[in-house]
Each structure stands twice: as C-alpha cells, then as structure tokens.
C-alpha cells in the first residue's frame, strides 16, 4: 500500500532531507518525489510505500504534522486509497 505525501512552505535547505529521514525512521520507503520551488515557495509531492511501517499509519500521520509545524511546513499525508476515492469520477 502506498501513501500520498504533500509538502508546502517557504523553501529552505534540508526540506526533503527532513522528510525522507522521518519516513526512513519508520521504515516507509519513498517510491516517487516530484518538487518545484516557485519564487521563494516550494512544494513537493511523495509517494511512499507503507507496506512495512513500524508505527500505526494514523501515528505517523501526526508526526508527519509535527515535522511540517517544527519546519514552518504543511505536511499532509493520505493513505492511497483515500486518495483514489475522493479523486475518482
């Protein structure tokens, strides 16, 4: 199963580091990056595999919050199947 990570703020250095490190940690593998930066903002998109997360997926939704609030970021982090239905015609 995989999940669907969004990230917006101000750009600064170590953003992807960051999160790639805390979705490391808990053993989410990340499958696909895609990011820009527009003027002084940047924003990125995350596919990740959950398959063998170390932590109850809703927990690693709130620490992935609390990583975007310690870095002045929104992070958003939706299971794919969420994702899929609330995007299906």
């Not at 979705?23 to 990125?44: E, G, L, P, R, Y």
């Amino acid at each position: 199963m995989n999940a669907i990570l969004s990230v917006v703020g101000h750009d600064t250095v170590g953003i992807l580091a960051a999160v790639a490190s805390k979705c490391s940690a808990h053993k989410a593998n990340v499958n696909d990056v895609k990011q820009t930066i527009i003027d002084d903002f940047f924003a990125m998109f995350m596919i990740i595999n959950i398959d063998k997360l170390d932590i109850d997926f809703n927990d690693f939704v709130d620490e992935m919050t609390s990583l975007g609030k310690e870095k002045k970021l929104e992070i958003h982090c939706m299971h794919e199947d969420i994702f899929n239905l609330m995007h299906k015609i």
